[in-house]
């Protein structure tokens, strides 16, 4: 089954499911695999070292798959700020057609995307920043909900108010992410407005997501309530799967005179890329969300959004044209 949205229109795809940026899982094999799967898949620009190396990995990508695939580019404050427009450029000159932008002040990067004719998808966690970027001229939001993996924002509103009061709010399309791993989700997804959704979690936990077997497993093992919410009192909240670093983070986070210092040694991404590639999973943050506890199996990028679409059909013309049909209206 298809379902065609504004969402599947303007991306050219033919089912409304796209996997998010995710910093050193989104590589070549899964973008391309989710792409192939009829999804879009999204290489993650500071994955890579340098510019350079991301034309590489475009390139590789391209490889692998003739269906439309993105690249995210995450702008974070920062002392040292990667080089943004060499990467810009480099997702430019590869001729990229989908970006999805993530972070802080995007305009200057909305910009030169829009001017190169590229579809830009913006993801963000609060209304008023999904109507800013629509003023910026985006393409389509990505709204993330308290529950995602990542970086919620500060204003804790889960996806279930934050979906419609977006989608009540902005004109362009909407797609909903954070929390997202199965066909209900979807159908929700839809129900509250958006045209489609985007999954983080839920790929890491897949055949051809680029992690050690011990982490997908730990995703499996691990419920909704296996997350922890770290950076809070630095106004930078992210939503981290609970393990014994994250723990310790929170812990010296509560004390009443911590500083970033403290738990600086704690949360580099070189640890938590140790822990993704070695499979040691108290070597550093593992970034993951509340959708642990929906995760029960690791299967290919294909089965997995084949499920959901197969889900989906069923509960829109059996569960929920059920509820309308009057031998159940009359039963009720
Ligand atoms: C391991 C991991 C790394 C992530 N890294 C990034 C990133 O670098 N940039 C970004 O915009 N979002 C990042 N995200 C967030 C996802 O793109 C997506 O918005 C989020 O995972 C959605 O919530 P879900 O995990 O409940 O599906 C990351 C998520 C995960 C799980």
């Given at each position: 089954m298809a379902l065609r949205t504004r969402a599947t229109d303007?991306?050219?795809?033919?089912?409304?499911?796209?996997?998010?940026?995710?910093?050193?899982?989104?590589?070549?094999e899964l973008a391309a695999a989710v792409s192939n799967a009829g999804g879009l898949g999204i290489l993650t620009a500071l994955t890579q070292p340098t510019p350079d190396d991301l034309r590489r990995e475009i390139d590789r990508c391209?490889?692998?798959?003739?269906?439309?695939?993105?690249?995210?580019?995450t702008i974070l404050p920062s002392v040292t700020?990667?080089?943004?427009?060499?990467?810009?450029?480099?997702?430019?000159?590869?001729?990229?057609?989908?970006?999805?932008?993530?972070?802080?002040k995007p305009q200057e990067h909305v910009d030169e995307f829009k001017a190169h004719g590229i579809t830009v998808v913006?993801?963000?966690t609060a209304v008023r920043h999904a109507l800013s970027a629509e003023r910026m001229g985006v393409d389509m939001i990505s709204i993330d909900g308290f529950e995602c993996a990542g970086h919620p924002g500060e204003d804790d509103i889960p996806g279930l108010i934050l979906i419609p009061a977006t989608a009540d709010k902005v004109k362009?399309?909407?797609?909903?992410?954070?929390?997202?791993?199965d066909g209900r989700g979807l159908v929700a997804a839809l129900a509250l407005g958006a045209e489609g959704i985007n999954m983080g979690t839920r790929f890491c936990a897949t055949q051809e997501a680029p992690i050690?077997?011990?982490?997908?497993?730990?995703?499996?093992?691990?419920?909704?309530?296996?997350?922890?919410?770290?950076?809070?009192?630095f106004h930078n909240t992210g939503r981290v799967a609970r393990n014994s670093v994250s723990d310790r983070v929170v812990?010296?986070?509560?004390?009443?005179?911590?500083?970033?210092?403290?738990?600086?040694?704690?949360?580099?991404?070189?640890?938590?890329?140790?822990?993704?590639?070695?499979?040691?999973?108290?070597?550093?943050?593992?970034?993951?969300?509340?959708?642990?506890?929906?995760?029960?199996?690791?299967?290919?990028?294909r089965a997995l959004i084949d499920r959901i679409m197969d889900e989906a059909q069923a509960i829109i013309s059996a569960r929920l044209a059920g509820f309308l049909s009057p031998e159940r209206a009359q039963a009720a």
């Amino acid at each position: 089954m298809a379902l065609r949205t504004r969402a599947t229109d303007l991306l050219g795809i033919e089912h409304p499911i796209v996997q998010g940026g995710m910093m050193w899982v989104g590589r070549a094999e899964l973008a391309a695999a989710v792409s192939n799967a009829g999804g879009l898949g999204i290489l993650t620009a500071l994955t890579q070292p340098t510019p350079d190396d991301l034309r590489r990995e475009i390139d590789r990508c391209r490889a692998m798959t003739d269906k439309p695939f993105g690249v995210n580019l995450t702008i974070l404050p920062s002392v040292t700020p990667p080089p943004y427009v060499d990467y810009r450029r480099a997702i430019i000159d590869s001729g990229v057609t989908i970006v999805e932008t993530a972070g802080h002040k995007p305009q200057e990067h909305v910009d030169e995307f829009k001017a190169h004719g590229i579809t830009v998808v913006h993801k963000c966690t609060a209304v008023r920043h999904a109507l800013s970027a629509e003023r910026m001229g985006v393409d389509m939001i990505s709204i993330d909900g308290f529950e995602c993996a990542g970086h919620p924002g500060e204003d804790d509103i889960p996806g279930l108010i934050l979906i419609p009061a977006t989608a009540d709010k902005v004109k362009i399309p909407i797609i909903a992410s954070g929390g997202f791993g199965d066909g209900r989700g979807l159908v929700a997804a839809l129900a509250l407005g958006a045209e489609g959704i985007n999954m983080g979690t839920r790929f890491c936990a897949t055949q051809e997501a680029p992690i050690h077997d011990r982490v997908k497993r730990f995703l499996v093992e691990n419920d909704e309530r296996a997350t922890n919410l770290i950076f809070r009192r630095f106004h930078n909240t992210g939503r981290v799967a609970r393990n014994s670093v994250s723990d310790r983070v929170v812990e010296l986070s509560a004390k009443a005179d911590a500083v970033f210092e403290d738990i600086r040694p704690l949360v580099g991404g070189a640890l938590g890329r140790r822990a993704l590639e070695t499979g040691d999973l108290d070597a550093g943050l593992v970034w993951a969300g509340q959708v642990q506890g929906l995760i029960r199996d690791i299967p290919t990028c294909r089965a997995l959004i084949d499920r959901i679409m197969d889900e989906a059909q069923a509960i829109i013309s059996a569960r929920l044209a059920g509820f309308l049909s009057p031998e159940r209206a009359q039963a009720a």
